[in-house]
């Protein structure tokens, strides 16, 4: 174990102002995150994080409230994610990694689970065999564990679920976090994919795919009544039809269910098992989704729900709850500060202070003792920084629609110069939106002078089942209008220079840029697509062929493929078909572990650019994920931004 006391130093000491960069480049934003996901223990005398160092990221230790951080849990550097930290009990972690791994000529995270003191003595990795001779249809289903429940009276085991090759499905196991020993529940006869306990840890409702011989997206809900009664088909549904259906817990033999029941938007509901229908809505908001739900600390029991407008807010169900939730929210002025971790008594926690223009940061309370600090910014060395308000932004689409989003204005010492602008839709598509709250990306390409524009399209999350709906089967067509008429409200402002413009994008973002290009070859000076998608029919074509709720996604949200006039679309809409139509440089960044994206939409695409005598560069990254959440992949991602930005825009 080694100890890291400077770098909280550097935190505490930039967050008082002291530690100023002479000037913000692409290194103070290409780092990750310097801390995330803490997790308060139990009781309330440790926290455990994640450090991200420039040697790979790490589990690490401190007692409540101190500066002294310990690590205990080193992972590999380019190899290795750690994906979510769990207490078992107030010594006993639970720590959920993942690694890339090429099964059947495509690329899965495949989990690893690990058990841990919170001293970092006694790691044992939890894990059942699988058989040498597994084909690899069987190797994919095994790649994820997942933690069913945390078995709050019970402190040496978790329920866990992973694939088990004798049911060919997913299983629940009883596991021992000392000793690696696997308990089975009960056979999988179901082809249950998710399983739910109710609040004492007990597996009692269950959400698969209809189990066929042939290709099937027909969703099915299984229950019993309790654990030595037989499990009853209770409801089936296809895949897209009808409302939304996420089970999150059973309680009070009702199962809390997120659906956009009546209302269009995401709300939390009791549904009567048995009855199979919904009773009573808990939670909703007039505008905007659920994007959640509060656990308690022991995840037993739900206590309230997130959702976001422009910021994360919180509602809780108990009036204690909302008391304390209030505190924190009037305790840190300036800030949007939630809870972020808590201990069992709920006198100890986390709080997670965030604002458009400042790095976010973990502080901790006492409130039993009326005690509080900085525990530790993400961002340490952009504290005290001068950096642009993230502004809100709205305008109607040409079809009348309204439609939100940011304007990011660099902070500069001549107003009577309009600066170039990035344009920078968000990835996902659907289902996923932009925030206000500080992006690392949002604010380099602002240090750097340029203005930065973010529109929540049609197929954004968050905004209701029908906005988001809105957006299947759009790409290239009413989501990329969207862009081009925020671009086209933001010239009409003349607020930047838009002559000068890059559309740069992540993810279905890259998509969106390289569509740009050919779409619209004389408006932007300049292309970036990261982890992009070049050929949406071959996207389309290569997941088609895998069953269930990943062929009804590619159908429902993306089109086809096996249908001649849609692939045709598809076809007509993908940039490596209209590479004759571009005009502008383009830079592409890939990595070779994406496992969302496969890495030849960037590589097949450059090699067809390239033979064509397009202006075109390609870096690829070894060890890069989609996420290029790499120290080594991130920075150097960040540096040819820099470059090829300052290259092309200035």
Same mark, same amino acid.
């Given at each position: 174990m080694k100890k890291i006391i400077l770098t909280l130093f550097l935190s505490l000491v930039a967050y008082l102002g002291y530690a100023k960069t002479p000037a913000l480049n692409y290194e103070q934003f290409g780092s990750l995150p310097m801390i995330q996901y803490p997790s308060v223990s139990p009781n309330g005398d440790y926290i455990a994080a994640i450090y991200n160092a420039k040697d790979g990221p790490s589990i690490v230790i401190s007692a409540f409230g101190s500066a002294e951080v310990t690590t205990i849990v080193q992972l590999k550097k380019s190899q290795d994610r750690i994906e979510?930290? &769990?207490?078992?009990? &107030?010594?006993?972690?639970?720590?959920t990694a993942s690694y890339s791994e090429s099964i059947g000529n495509k690329r899965f995270r495949r989990d690893r689970i690990f058990s841990v003191n919170s001293d970092g003595t006694d790691l044992v990795e939890l894990k059942t065999k699988m058989p040498e001779s597994a084909a690899s249809w069987e190797r994919i289903n095994a790649a994820s564990v997942r933690v069913v429940s945390l078995l709050k009276d019970d402190k040496r085991h978790v329920l866990l679920q992973t694939y088990d090759y004798r049911d060919e499905g997913q299983a629940v196991y009883k596991v021992n976090v000392y000793e690696n020993d696997f308990d089975k529940l009960f056979v999988n006869k179901y082809n249950v994919h998710a399983w739910i306990t109710n609040d004492k840890g007990q597996v009692l409702f269950g959400y698969g795919t209809e189990k066929s011989k042939k290709v099937t997206d027909v969703n099915t809900i299984w $229950?019993?009544?309790?654990?030595q009664s037989e499990w009853q088909l209770l409801h089936k549904q296809k895949a897209y039809s009808g409302e939304t259906f996420t089970p999150i817990m059973v309680e009070n033999d009702k199962l809390l269910v997120i659906s956009d029941y009546q209302t269009r938007r995401q709300a939390l509901w009791s549904y009567d098992i048995k009855a199979g229908k919904f009773i009573n809505k808990l939670y909703g908001h007039d505008k905007y989704d659920i994007a959640g739900v509060i656990y308690n600390p022991d995840r037993s029991r739900v206590i309230g729900v997130r959702y976001f407008d422009d910021y994360l807010r919180e509602h809780y169900f108990q009036d204690e709850d909302n008391k304390i939730a209030l505190l924190v929210k009037n305790s840190f002025k300036g800030y949007q500060a939630t809870i972020y971790s808590r201990s069992e008594d709920k006198t100890k926690m986390l709080v997670y202070a965030t604002k458009d223009n400042s790095p976010q940061k973990f502080f901790w309370l006492d409130i039993k003792n009326n005690k509080g600090g900085l525990w530790f910014s993400t961002y340490p060395f952009l504290e005290a920084q001068a950096m642009p308000n993230v502004l809100p932004i709205s305008f109607k689409a040409d079809d009348g629609v309204e439609l939100t989003g940011y304007l990011t204005l660099p902070v500069t010492g001549d107003s009577?110069?309009?600066?170039?602008?990035?344009?920078?839709? $968000?990835? !996902?598509?659907i289902g996923i939106r932009d925030y206000q709250t500080f992006d690392p990306y949002v604010q380099f390409f602002a240090s750097q002078g340029y203005a930065v524009l973010?529109?929540?399209?049609? !197929?954004? !999350? !968050? @905004?209701? &089942?029908? @906005? *988001?709906?809105?957006?299947?089967? *759009?790409?290239?067509k009413r989501m990329q209008q969207d862009v081009y008429n925020g671009f086209d409200w933001l010239k009409s402002k003349n607020l930047v220079d838009t002559n000068k413009t890059? @559309?740069?994008?992540? &993810?279905y973002g890259g998509y969106a840029a390289l569509t740009a290009a050919f779409q619209k070859p004389e408006q932007f000076r300049c292309v970036v697509s990261i982890a992009g998608i070049s050929d949406l029919y071959t996207l389309a074509e290569k997941d088609y062929r895998w069953q269930g709720n990943i062929r009804a996604h590619i159908v429902n949200e993306v089109g086809d493929p096996t249908d001649d006039r849609i692939a045709g679309e598809l076809q007509s809409l993908s940039a490596s078909n209209n590479i004759e139509k571009i005009k502008a440089p383009i830079l592409l960044m890939h990595g070779r572990f994406d496992t969302q994206v496969r890495v030849e939409q960037s590589a097949d695409f450059y090699d067809k650019a390239k033979d064509a005598g397009l202006d075109i560069g390609y870096v690829e990254f070894k060890y890069g994920t989609h996420y290029l959440d790499e120290a080594d992949n991130r920075l150097e991602a960040f540096k040819q931004l820099s470059d090829f930005l300052e290259k092309h825009l200035k």
């Open positions: 979510l930290i &769990s207490w078992v009990n &107030s010594t006993r972690l639970l720590i $229950h019993r009544k309790d654990e009577n110069k309009k600066p170039p602008l990035v344009v920078w839709p $968000h990835g !996902g598509p973010q529109v929540n399209y049609r !197929g954004s !999350g !968050g @905004f209701g &089942s029908n @906005f *988001e709906a809105a957006g299947h089967r *759009e790409w290239g890059c @559309f740069a994008g992540y &993810s």
